[in-house]
């Protein structure tokens, strides 16, 4: 089967940096997807790491390790608005598998 | 471009009643997925169409069905409703044929089920 495991929730002070991790155990890995979804809204697509390292836009960052079947999201210069729960993703056969879900909560 | 709709936002239906959640995904997206999400359960995979087929299936019972028509217009389908049923049901759109890891959410139906 396939499990992504991330922490329950974060909070972290405004202008800071916050990362959020998730791990995963699945057959068929394709690379690694992030979205983020508010309260009441619709989760939106962040980015997708295929390839192993570092990928920047904007703010914010993600990361992924195919060896440690590890990947991170990484938030800088965090904003209030940025408070809301973020979703590892991966891709298979003509479906979207989620993680649990992070919900960071900024602090003034 | 248009994001993706879905009708109605809000319903409130009894147990063992029926209900049909309709969407329509952004203009030139031939890809439509179902998700549901609740809080215990987190989002969860229901069925993904592509050009009015349906190409893989989430592990839900057979109540939960779906379908495409030609113009990409989706509509999910929950029949003799369970209180456990209440929940968001999402709608996604995606231009890539396979492995879609970018996809495009609509705003959710919210149902209810007394």
């Known amino acids: 089967g396939q499990s992504l495991e991330q922490p329950s929730e974060v909070t972290a002070v405004e202008g800071a940096i916050v990362q959020i991790n998730c791990t995963y155990q699945?057959?068929?890995?394709?690379?690694l997807s992030w979205y983020q979804q508010h309260d009441g809204g619709a989760p939106t697509f962040l980015s997708y790491?295929?390839?192993?390292g570092l990928e920047e836009t904007g703010r914010f960052s993600s990361f992924l390790s195919r060896s440690d079947s590890y990947g991170y999201l990484l938030l800088q210069e965090l904003q209030m608005k940025d408070s809301a729960s973020y979703f590892c993703?991966?891709?298979?056969?003509?479906?979207?598998?989620f993680g649990t879900g992070t919900r960071l909560t900024v602090i003034p | 471009k248009a994001g993706v709709t879905q009708t109605p936002r809000y319903l409130i239906k009894t147990r063992g009643q029926q209900v049909t959640l309709s969407c329509s995904p952004i203009?030139?997206?031939?890809?439509v997925s179902w998700y549901q999400q609740t809080p215990g359960q987190g989002l969860q995979f229901l069925f993904e169409?592509?050009?009015?087929?349906?190409?893989n299936k989430g592990n839900f019972p057979g109540r939960f069905s779906g379908r495409q028509f030609s113009n990409s217009r989706s509509e999910m389908n929950v029949s003799t409703l369970e209180l456990g049923d209440s929940a968001l049901y999402l709608c996604?759109?995606?231009?890539?044929?396979?492995?879609?890891?970018?996809?495009?959410f609509g705003p959710g139906t919210r149902l209810t089920v007394t």
């Open positions: 699945t057959s068929g890995f394709y690379g």
């Open positions: 169409y592509f050009s009015e087929t349906q190409r």
């Open positions: 203009s030139g997206h031939r890809s």
């Open positions: 790491n295929a390839l192993d």
């Open positions: 993703a991966v891709p298979g056969a003509n479906n979207l598998f």
């Open positions: 996604a759109s995606s231009a890539l044929g396979q492995t879609s890891y970018e996809q495009y």
